[in-house]
Each structure stands twice: as structure tokens, then as C-alpha cells.
């Protein structure tokens, strides 16, 4: 095995289309060694399926990141919230803030957000006209999970174009000054809305939410923490999710003309469109305790592992064909939500918002077609997150 020369997940090439990126790589080796940044650092990036969800589960890839960077110098500047969160920890701290965190979206619960999310994405397509020109990405695909975690969180309206705003900054590669200047402003922010709503208690959905973290113990950063986390992973891969999904099914116009045919299949549908082309193209920072083999490779303690959803999702030993888009396909084992005590708590409420933004769409919209060409769209600038900069229809 020949590690890359260079990053492979930095190619302006990998954002456009990363899978031959993670084809070419996987054939090489599932798990291999590669350069990170341009300091001469190496990581290890898993792209089989079973490498993958062996490395999820694996309990001496370790998730604390303070630790990880506690002795090594950094000129980056995270806010606290952002960069000590429930995803940046390990039992038994992560286990508490987990177990709160699955409350929240339990499949009851979510059931009961449905008719205020009905009704969020029926007020944000009601100017919507056959004919018209719209851009799913900004006019729904982002507004929509923004406004429903907020909503969550207790958010006033007027604040929540700004949140979304500086959430969409915190994935941008190119900049970290950027990145970390928005984690100040999310954390800044949630901090003051924190401390406000406990000298004023009222009844409302933030003031439920800090009564169970007092329930269970969290302190006030870890509160912070929480809601931070809840705010950026809970809007930005559903939106990439909404617009992949559907950028998908134009491109293959039989599978979006049978969901349109019969709506009662798309529920069914998410997991293969969460296979074909995943919100998460590379999974959270996880590194190695320890000395450990997987895949065949050795890692050496003290390493970064990057794991791969994007790739392992289009992994032919666990998917045949995996390079087509087949509704029929059995896809439950995708991983694109992850897996084992990391896996996504929020899955079920990003799949009702997909599900019922595509049933608004396949419906009302039936004939809607992109107004661009496929390969002249542009895809965010992130190796964590795969998702369009703007998705242009004309709706029909």
C-alpha cells in the first residue's frame, strides 16, 4: 500500500465528486494512511463498510479532542460550546448528554413535531408558483431545519437568519479564521440566550430543555454545549440531506416519477438516498488510544482516524451496484447517521423533514426539472459535509 502524496480530501475534484475519490482509495486498502493539511501530518481514513463500522464501535478510537490537542500548540480559536461538545467526548460524559439528547427526538416526539413541520414547509413554498424559478437550497432546504431547531431551542425569529448564517460558516475548509470566528458568535449567542431564559422562566420548549439538563446533571457549559450542538447538527446535513436527495432523484428521473406516482414509497426511499450520496462525507474527529489493526492496516497509537460514511455507503462488498441509484435496494446498513454510541440522535426528525419537503415537492411540483445542467452546480467547500452551494428549479 502507496499512501497518497497528497491530501486527497482537499482536490477541488473530491467536492464536485467524491467518489472516484473513495473508489480509487478503497481499492488500494480500505484503511490507509494519508496526508492531512500541508504540515507533513498523517491520518488514517477508513472507506470500506465493514472497516467502518468496526471503527465506530471501536472503543479505543477515542472522540476527546481536548485531549488529543491538549499538548500540541494550535493557533485556532473555537468557542468552548463548539469545540467541547457531546460529539468531542467519551463515556461516561458523552453517555449523559447523549441520553438527553435522545429524548428529544424520539420517534414519539418527533411525531408530534410533524403538523409544525407540515406547516413550516407549506409557509415557505405558499409564493410558489408553476413556472417560477426557485432555489431549493436557500428557500427551503435550509430555512426549513433551522427554523424547526430553533423552534426547539426557543429561538426568537428574527435571530435565527443570522444562526443559520454563521452555522453555514462554521463547515467552510478554506478559512479556519472564519470558522472560528462563528463558533464565537454561535456560542456567544447561546450562552446569552441560556442565562436570559433562566432569570425569566416561562413556560416554553427552551425552558422544558434546560429543566431536563438540570434533570440530568449537566453543568451550565455543558447546557451551552448541548444546544450548540443541537443548532449546528441539527439544520446543516439535513439541509444537505433534502438537497442531495433531490438532486438525485432529478437525475434519474424513473425513480422520481415512481415516488411521484406513489408518495407512500418515499419513507421508504430515504435510505438508499442517504446511501447514494451522503450529508456526511467524512465522520467527526476520532483518534487512537492505543495501537490497533483494522482493515489490515496497523494504526499507531496517538493517530487521527477519519472515518468515511460517503465511502462506505458506495462500498461494493456491502452495496452491489452501489453506484446506482435503486430504490428497491435494501439500504438500512448505510452509515450515513452513523453508528454505534455516536450515531446521529437526530436521524428521525431529519428524515420527516426530508420526508415531508419531498412529498410537498413530488405532489404539488410533479413536472419540476433543474434550471442549470447537473455538472455546472457547485458543492459546498467541506470534506465533512457533501452538499450543494445552491440547487436552481424551475418548478412545474
Same mark, same amino acid.
Not at 450529508?279 to 482516524?305: K, M
Not at 460517503?310 to 452495496?319: L, Q, S, V
Not at 428524515?351 to 445542467?373: D, G, Q, S, V
Given at each position: 500500500m502507496t499512501a497518497p502524496r497528497q491530501d486527497p480530501l482537499r482536490d477541488p475534484r473530491f467536492f464536485a465528486d467524491p467518489y472516484p475519490t473513495y473508489d480509487r482509495l478503497r481499492e488500494g486498502c480500505p484503511v490507509q494512511r494519508v496526508p492531512t493539511g500541508s504540515g507533513g501530518h498523517h491520518a488514517y481514513l477508513v472507506t470500506g463498510h465493514s472497516e467502518a463500522r468496526e471503527a465506530f464501535t471501536d472503543p479505543r478510537l477515542s472522540k476527546d479532542t481536548a485531549r488529543f490537542f491538549a499538548d500540541r500548540p494550535s493557533n485556532r480559536d473555537l468557542h468552548p460550546a463548539i469545540s467541547r461538545n457531546m460529539l468531542a467526548s467519551d463515556p461516561p460524559e458523552h453517555t449523559r448528554q447523549r441520553r438527553l439528547a435522545t429524548r428529544l427526538f424520539t420517534t414519539a416526539r418527533v411525531r408530534e413535531l410533524r403538523p409544525f413541520i407540515t406547516q413550516v414547509v407549506d409557509d415557505l413554498t405558499s409564493t410558489w408558483r408553476p413556472g417560477t424559478d426557485i432555489d431549493l437550497v436557500a428557500d427551503l432546504a435550509v430555512?426549513?431545519?433551522?427554523?424547526?431547531?430553533?423552534?426547539?431551542?426557543?429561538?426568537?425569529?428574527?435571530?435565527?437568519?443570522?444562526?443559520?448564517?454563521?452555522?453555514?460558516?462554521?463547515?467552510?475548509?478554506?478559512?479556519?479564521?472564519?470558522?472560528?470566528?462563528?463558533?464565537?458568535h454561535i456560542g456567544d449567542y447561546l450562552t446569552h440566550l441560556i442565562d436570559t431564559a433562566r432569570t425569566t422562566p416561562t413556560n416554553g420548549p427552551l425552558h422544558t430543555l434546560l429543566h431536563d439538563c438540570d434533570e440530568d446533571g449537566l453543568t451550565r457549559d455543558e447546557t451551552i454545549s448541548l444546544a450548540a450542538l443541537l443548532l449546528v447538527a441539527g439544520h446543516e446535513t439535513t439541509t444537505h440531506f433534502i438537497g442531495n436527495a433531490v438532486l438525485a432523484l432529478l437525475?434519474?428521473?424513473?425513480?422520481?416519477?415512481?415516488?411521484?406516482?406513489?408518495?407512500?414509497?418515499?419513507?421508504?426511499?430515504?435510505?438508499?438516498?442517504?446511501?447514494?450520496?451522503?450529508?456526511?462525507?467524512?465522520?467527526?474527529?476520532?483518534?487512537?488510544?492505543?495501537?490497533?489493526?483494522?482493515?489490515?492496516?496497523?494504526?499507531?497509537? =496517538? $493517530?487521527?482516524?477519519?472515518?468515511? *460514511? /460517503? #465511502?462506505?455507503?458506495?462500498?461494493?462488498? +456491502?452495496?452491489?451496484?452501489?453506484?446506482? %441509484?435503486?430504490?428497491?435496494?435494501e439500504a438500512t446498513a448505510h452509515l450515513s447517521? =452513523? $453508528?454505534?454510541?455516536?450515531?446521529? *440522535? /437526530? #436521524?428521525?426528525?431529519?428524515?420527516?423533514? +426530508?420526508?415531508?419537503?419531498?412529498?410537498? %415537492?413530488?405532489?404539488?411540483?410533479?413536472?419540476?426539472?433543474?434550471?442549470?445542467?447537473?455538472?455546472?452546480?457547485?458543492?459546498?467547500?467541506?470534506?465533512?459535509?457533501?452538499?450543494?452551494?445552491?440547487?436552481?428549479?424551475?418548478?412545474?
Open positions: 430555512p426549513l431545519p433551522v427554523t424547526v431547531v430553533c423552534e426547539l431551542l426557543g429561538v426568537p425569529a428574527p435571530d435565527r437568519a443570522t444562526l443559520a448564517a454563521h452555522s453555514h460558516d462554521l463547515f467552510d475548509a478554506t478559512d479556519t479564521t472564519r470558522v472560528d470566528a462563528a463558533s464565537h437525475r434519474h428521473p424513473e425513480s422520481f416519477d415512481r415516488l411521484r406516482r406513489d408518495p407512500s414509497l418515499i419513507p421508504g426511499a430515504l435510505d438508499e438516498l442517504l446511501r447514494f450520496d451522503s450529508p456526511v462525507s467524512v465522520a467527526t474527529f476520532r483518534y487512537s488510544t492505543q495501537d490497533l489493526r483494522i482493515g489490515g492496516t496497523d494504526i499507531p497509537a =496517538g $493517530h487521527p482516524v477519519l472515518i468515511s *460514511p /460517503g #465511502a462506505a455507503n458506495r462500498d461494493p462488498a +456491502a452495496f452491489p451496484d452501489p453506484n446506482a %441509484l435503486n430504490l428497491d435496494r447517521f =452513523g $453508528h454505534g454510541i455516536h450515531r446521529c *440522535p /437526530g #436521524a428521525p426528525l431529519a428524515r420527516a423533514e +426530508a420526508e415531508i419537503t419531498l412529498r410537498t %415537492l413530488l405532489t404539488r411540483y410533479p413536472n419540476t426539472r433543474l434550471t442549470t445542467p447537473a455538472n455546472s452546480l457547485t458543492w459546498r467547500q467541506t470534506r465533512l459535509t457533501r452538499g450543494l452551494s445552491t440547487l436552481p428549479l424551475t418548478l412545474a
